[in-house]
């Protein structure tokens, strides 16, 4: 294998000896074991008219082939979430057409689904009431095409409510009027400022209690709750709170091996941006799990964790491009391009480590390609020796 120079974040440079590319094992089928949906991203169209402000021009057959990637692997997909570039470019007509395709794909392969509804195709909401009004027709929309429903936090709702309160009431509407059981979302801070004091306070502890009151009251209509605060010490303590029979989707993408391994009383499912970056290796540990066997499922997961950890570093919100330069390493879309110009949203160094760390976890396909596009990539923005 051939090597490839790479800058570093203190204007240093390292060659990096490329490693062999592994055969990952296919699996098509779910897991008995645990729930796993992968947050799947959106590819843009590289000749559309992407620039921020405007309508998004989406690259829609790569990234449907994308969702067939993940259902290779056994993946749910999550979709049209906060990866999909939800409140950051992706605007209601997109979501639209967005969860149409992909739920359409998902049956016709037998695969899960479950899409986002939330408040953002409206611009501004006054009221609480405006605030339902706008949940209402999303979870409409999401369950009309046939998909569960992922009901996300509500930038609206955050501005809006006056107290928690609120909160449950819109929440609780909403509950009661869903067909079935659906995933609530808690998104935390690092992936979204807007979203500060949600469940109607800025400590987490008031807020988890709020949220628990919640789902211990219409626990009938909840499969589970994504949590996505970025810490395993608060996912432990409300795993255990949650009524019998509501799972846990991590969204922790700093510690999901060992919340998704649990400690042998309890343990989280996965809702994870990070999978859809890394579903070979996250299938090759949930099979593993599967059979008991935890001492393959650590060792599959290890070397993802600093991939994960460096894609999400912060600011968090910018994962994003990071997982849209991966795929676009990996041959999975024709261009590095983002709806909304987000492709600039991280330096150069920041992206030559993403080629670094999952060259060491083997997840590049064909490291000639990656390395072949990295190396015109480092030359066209100037980044040379």
């Not at 509804?117 to 339902?132: Q, S």
């Not at 979302?185 to 209690?209: I, K, N, R």
């Not at 859809?276 to 996250?282: K, V």
């Amino acid at each position: 294998m051939s090597s490839i120079e790479l800058p570093a974040a203190d204007g240093t440079w390292t060659r990096l000896e490329l490693r062999a590319p592994r055969q990952w094992k296919e699996h098509p089928q779910p897991y008995s074991s645990r729930v796993a949906f992968a947050a799947a991203h959106v590819v843009a169209d590289p000749v559309g008219d992407n620039t921020p402000g405007v309508p998004a021009a989406v690259d829609w057959e790569s990234t449907l082939a994308f969702r067939r990637e993940l259902f290779r692997y056994g993946l749910g997909v999550a979709e049209a979430m906060d990866t999909a570039q939800r409140n950051m470019g992706l605007d209601w007509a997109a979501v639209r057409e967005l969860v149409r395709r992909s739920a359409e794909q998902a049956r016709s392969h037998g695969a899960r689904i479950a899409s986002g509804a939330g408040t953002d195709h409206r611009d501004e909401i006054a009221d609480v009431e405006g605030v339902l009004a706008a949940y209402e027709e999303q979870v409409a929309y999401v369950e009309g095409c046939g998909s569960q429903v992922i009901v996300m936090a509500s930038r609206h709702l955050a501005r809006v409510a006056a107290s928690a309160d609120d909160y449950l009431r819109v929440y609780g509407a909403i509950l009661r009027q869903v067909r079935e059981p659906v995933i609530l979302h808690w998104l935390g801070e690092a992936f979204d400022p807007q979203l500060a004091g949600y469940w109607g306070s800025t400590d987490v502890a008031t807020a988890t209690e709020t949220f628990l009151a919640l789902v211990r009251e219409h626990a009938a209509k909840v499969d589970g709750v994504k949590v996505s605060l970025l810490s395993a010490e608060h996912e432990r303590g409300l795993r255990a709170a949650l009524p019998a029979g509501v799972r846990l989707y991590t969204g922790d993408d700093f510690n999901y091996p060992e919340l998704i391994r649990g400690d042998g009383e309890r343990h989280s499912d996965a809702l994870l941006g990070a999978f859809s970056a890394m579903a070979p290796a996250a299938s090759a540990a949930l099979s593993a799990l599967d059979d008991g066997d935890l001492e393959t499922y650590d060792a599959e997961l290890a070397p993802t964790l600093p991939l994960s950890r460096h894609v999400f570093a912060a600011p968090t919100f910018y994962y994003k491009t990071g997982i849209a330069f991966l795929a676009w390493l990996s041959g999975h879309q024709r261009g590095f391009t983002m709806i909304g110009g987000l492709q600039s949203a991280r330096s150069i160094p920041h992206l030559a480590r993403i080629f670094e760390l999952a060259n060491e976890a083997q997840l590049l396909p064909d490291p000639e390609f990656a390395a072949y596009r990295m190396r015109l990539w480092l030359e066209a923005a100037g980044a040379v020796r």
